[in-house]
């Protein structure tokens, strides 16, 4: 993949030398080097590379069926490329680890748990005691704005809060990376704006690197560091923009700030393009 703008200063993970020369220079939690991807021999991707540095939010943009999915699926390590190489903190992804999470668009969650129990899931398995679990529940129900509801079964909650404690669960694993794949897109225009907030905040305060597929290009802007517009992955291209808009970037009022009003529309005369 060939960016048309070029990104932060990356430095591949020199190996073996966590304090080299370059190490006062940003280095990538998440790259692909050239990733190509088939199924069965029909080419999905080929020669996609960039690099995410450690706390960036990248926001994924492109038409159905370019392969948004396909490319968290092997940041997750559900899926292996066919070609080049796709790494974490410098390292082959093998498949998939704790130090990666996966929130979709519909939260999967148990019917049968309560919220506690369905956040504290990655603690109870790992064995984590049930004091630790129900803390860590009560922290991270806090984080996404669910305090109080803690003992409420899922069928008890709206479609929005659903999609909070599928991001509390993913967060109690205190990932180091979190895929999102288009999580608000079944959710209201005030739901969906004030999650996306809530997004910007816990970024803020975990530190957490984040690849966020959206088909919303508003979305894109608000929430993203950088956008990767996929526009045809197959013949190894995308463009690359930029967010420039004033911190903090949870503040509502960025979606009328001119740099948003200016991105959206540079965004949307190239995808009609
Ligand atoms: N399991 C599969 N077997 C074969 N082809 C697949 C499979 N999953 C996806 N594809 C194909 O790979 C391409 C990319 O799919 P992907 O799910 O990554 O698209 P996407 O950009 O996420 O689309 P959308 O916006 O609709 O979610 C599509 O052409 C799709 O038909
Ligand atoms: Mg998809």
């Given at each position: 993949?060939?960016?048309?703008?070029?990104?932060?200063?990356?430095?591949?993970?020199?190996?073996?030398?966590?304090?080299?020369?370059?190490?006062?220079?940003?280095?990538?939690?998440?790259s692909f080097e050239?990733?190509?991807?088939?199924?069965?021999?029909?080419?999905?991707?080929?020669?996609?590379?960039?690099?995410?540095?450690?706390?960036?939010?990248?926001?994924?943009?492109?038409?159905?069926?370019?392969?948004?999915?396909?490319?968290?699926?092997?940041?997750?390590?559900f899926l292996k490329?066919?070609?080049?190489?796709?790494?974490?903190?410098?390292?082959?992804?093998?498949?998939?680890?704790?130090?990666?999470?996966?929130?979709?668009?519909?939260?999967?969650?148990?019917?049968?748990?309560?919220?506690?129990?369905?956040?504290?899931?990655?603690?109870?398995?790992?064995?984590?005691?049930?004091?630790?679990?129900?803390?860590?529940?009560?922290?991270?129900?806090?984080?996404?704005?669910?305090?109080?509801?803690?003992?409420?079964?899922?069928?008890?909650?709206?479609?929005?809060?659903?999609?909070?404690?599928?991001?509390?669960?993913?967060?109690?694993?205190?990932?180091?990376?979190?895929?999102?794949?288009?999580?608000?897109?079944?959710?209201?225009?005030?739901?969906?704006?004030?999650?996306?907030?809530?997004?910007?905040?816990?970024?803020?305060?975990?530190?957490?690197?984040?690849?966020?597929?959206?088909?919303?290009?508003?979305?894109?802007?608000?929430?993203?560091?950088?956008?990767?517009?996929?526009?045809?992955?197959?013949?190894?291209?995308?463009?690359?923009?930029?967010?420039?808009?004033?911190?903090?970037?949870a503040n509502g009022?960025?979606?009328?700030?001119?740099?948003?009003?200016?991105?959206?529309?540079?965004?949307?005369?190239?995808?009609?393009?």
């Amino acid at each position: 993949m060939s960016a048309t703008a070029k990104g932060l200063a990356l430095v591949p993970e020199p190996a073996g030398h966590a304090d080299g020369p370059r190490a006062s220079a940003v280095r990538p939690v998440l790259s692909f080097e050239q990733v190509g991807f088939d199924y069965d021999g029909r080419a999905i991707m080929r020669d996609v590379s960039f690099a995410i540095a450690p706390g960036e939010l990248v926001a994924v943009l492109g038409p159905s069926g370019c392969g948004k999915t396909t490319i968290l699926n092997m940041v997750a390590g559900f899926l292996k490329p066919t070609a080049g190489a796709a790494l974490i903190g410098g390292r082959e992804i093998a498949g998939p680890g704790p130090d990666r999470g996966v929130v979709f668009q519909a939260a999967a969650l148990f019917d049968w748990m309560t919220v506690a129990d369905n956040i504290a899931f990655s603690l109870r398995c790992a064995g984590r005691p049930k004091a630790e679990q129900r803390q860590v529940a009560s922290e991270m129900a806090a984080l996404v704005g669910l305090s109080g509801v803690e003992g409420l079964y899922p069928y008890q909650l709206s479609g929005g809060m659903r999609q909070r404690v599928g991001l509390a669960r993913v967060l109690a694993a205190k990932p180091k990376v979190m895929l999102m794949d288009e999580p608000f897109s079944a959710l209201d225009v005030q739901t969906r704006e004030v999650l996306q907030e809530e997004v910007l905040r816990i970024k803020e305060r975990t530190g957490c690197t984040i690849l966020f597929v959206t088909h919303s290009i508003d979305e894109a802007v608000f929430l993203g560091d950088r956008i990767f517009l996929l526009n045809d992955l197959k013949e190894g291209r995308f463009e690359e923009f930029r967010v420039d808009l004033p911190a903090p970037r949870a503040n509502g009022e960025n979606r009328l700030h001119p740099a948003f009003i200016r991105l959206r529309e540079a965004i949307y005369r190239q995808m009609r393009h």
